[in-house]
């Protein structure tokens, strides 16, 4: 049996979570949400006093074995997915600004990268997967059916960031998420492994002018002409 992947990459804030679980659930797929992944790394590393010493040759060695024994878990409920890490619910910790600098970090390190990408490998399972990423076409799935570069102006996605962490409570400013958005952008491209780069097979869509429903739209209308029948 074809195991169907469709893979959603793009920049932080173009809206790739959202939409990624509203296509799983549509096509009854598994989903990868693979930037929970490098959080929840970046989290833990962060918590043994690593994230910035990985530069270290010992610390990297000890990060890379943590990396690839993270004990994480994603438990799905009525209430949407709680992430948890070594048994603690960090479901909202590790959407926070500063978590998701440490993913980027972590994301830069080719010794983290390969520790994770048999870990993110094993989610495409029958029938069918929606892994959301960076480098879910470049990298992890080449070999995916449907493969979306989901894209959007930085000031855009800097403005819905600021909606979402006002919605959990949090007082942010605009401007600070502008300029956290720009450098992990600048991050992410400039890597010099798997940068944050469309497949040269990808369908690219920008988002800044559109809402959730028309993107939606255009994503399923281009993966069903994709997808094996």
Same mark, same amino acid.
């Given at each position: 049996?074809?195991?169907?992947?469709?893979?959603?990459?793009?920049?932080?804030?173009?809206?790739?979570?959202?939409?990624?679980?509203?296509?799983?659930?549509?096509?009854?797929?598994?989903?990868?949400?693979?930037?929970?992944?490098?959080?929840?790394?970046?989290?833990?590393?962060?918590?043994?006093?690593?994230?910035?010493?990985?530069?270290?040759?010992?610390?990297?060695?000890?990060?890379?074995? =943590?990396? &690839? $024994?993270?004990?994480?878990?994603?438990?799905?409920?009525? @209430?949407? /997915?709680?992430?948890? !890490?070594?048994? #603690?619910?960090?479901?909202?910790?590790?959407?926070?600004?500063?978590?998701?600098?440490?993913?980027?970090?972590?994301?830069?390190?080719?010794?983290?990268?390969?520790?994770?990408?048999?870990?993110?490998?094993?989610?495409?399972?029958?029938?069918?997967?929606?892994?959301?990423?960076?480098?879910?076409?470049?990298?992890?799935?080449?070999?995916?059916?449907?493969?979306?570069?989901?894209?959007?102006?930085?000031?855009?996605?800097?403005?819905?960031?600021?909606?979402?962490?006002?919605?959990?409570?949090?007082?942010?400013?605009?401007?600070? =998420?502008? &300029? $956290?958005?720009?450098?992990?952008?600048?991050?992410?491209? @400039?890597? /010099?492994?798997?940068? !944050?780069?469309? #497949?040269?097979?990808?369908?690219?869509?920008?988002?800044?002018?559109?809402?959730?429903?028309?993107?939606?739209?255009?994503?399923?209308?281009?993966?069903?002409?994709?997808?094996?029948?």
């Amino acid at each position: 049996m074809t195991i169907q992947i469709i893979t959603i990459d793009g920049p932080s804030g173009s809206g790739k979570g959202t939409l990624a679980a509203k296509l799983a659930q549509h096509y009854q797929f598994h989903l990868l949400d693979s930037g929970a992944i490098y959080r929840l790394l970046g989290l833990s590393l962060h918590q043994r006093e690593l994230i910035e010493v990985l530069d270290q040759p010992t610390e990297l060695e000890q990060s890379t074995n =943590i990396a &690839t $024994n993270l004990d994480i878990k994603f438990v799905s409920g009525a @209430e949407g /997915t709680r992430i948890y !890490l070594d048994g #603690a619910d960090v479901t909202e910790t590790i959407r926070t600004e500063r978590v998701g600098e440490f993913a980027s970090k972590v994301a830069a390190i080719p010794a983290l990268r390969s520790a994770l990408f048999d870990r993110q490998r094993a989610f495409a399972q029958a029938p069918g997967l929606v892994a959301d990423g960076r480098d879910m076409a470049t990298s992890i799935f080449p070999e995916a059916q449907a493969k979306i570069y989901l894209t959007a102006s930085a000031e855009s996605r800097a403005e819905r960031r600021v909606k979402q962490l006002q919605g959990m409570g949090l007082d942010v400013k605009i401007s600070d =998420i502008l &300029t $956290n958005i720009q450098a992990r952008d600048k991050r992410d491209m @400039e890597r /010099t492994v798997a940068p !944050l780069k469309p #497949a040269q097979d990808a369908y690219i869509i920008d988002s800044s002018a559109l809402n959730i429903d028309e993107v939606f739209k255009l994503m399923t209308d281009y993966i069903d002409s994709q997808l094996v029948k």
